[in-house]
């Protein structure tokens, strides 16, 4: 059974950064694709963040516009965990936020965390 569990949520003022993480059992995810991915209250689920294995040990990495240059994914493919490191947090960053491994599309996954709240105050 695959498992994944986020943590490192929590509330923070504006420009200050948290960093998340996907802890994964069942599945190794050395060679998945891995995303990120929030939904803020009344909206729907966006994506944040791709890391996808392509070869050698290469990894590329797809961020949404709004958080380019602020935000980071990565990936310890010995402690099986995928990070978002979050900087320059924005209020508008407010939602809770999901890690999903086993890419099948740009927004379809074969697993899903249950999703750690991040709240931005300003």
């Known amino acids: 059974q695959v498992q994944l569990v986020e943590s490192g949520g929590g509330l923070v003022q504006a420009g200050g950064s948290l960093r998340l993480s996907c802890a994964a059992s069942?599945?190794?995810?050395?060679?998945?694709?891995v995303g990120w991915f929030r939904q803020a209250p009344g909206k729907e689920r966006e994506f944040v963040a791709r890391?996808?294995?392509?070869?050698?040990?290469?990894?590329?990495?797809v961020y949404t516009d709004s958080v380019k240059g602020r935000f980071t994914i990565s990936r310890n493919n010995a402690k099986n965990t995928v990070y978002l490191q979050m900087n320059s947090l924005k209020p508008e960053d407010t939602a809770v936020y999901y890690c999903a491994a086993g890419f099948l599309s740009s927004s379809e996954y074969a697993y899903w965390g249950q999703g750690t709240q991040v709240t931005v105050s300003s």
């Open positions: 069942g599945r190794s995810l050395s060679r998945d694709g």
């Open positions: 890391h996808t294995y392509t070869a050698n040990n290469i990894y590329s990495a």
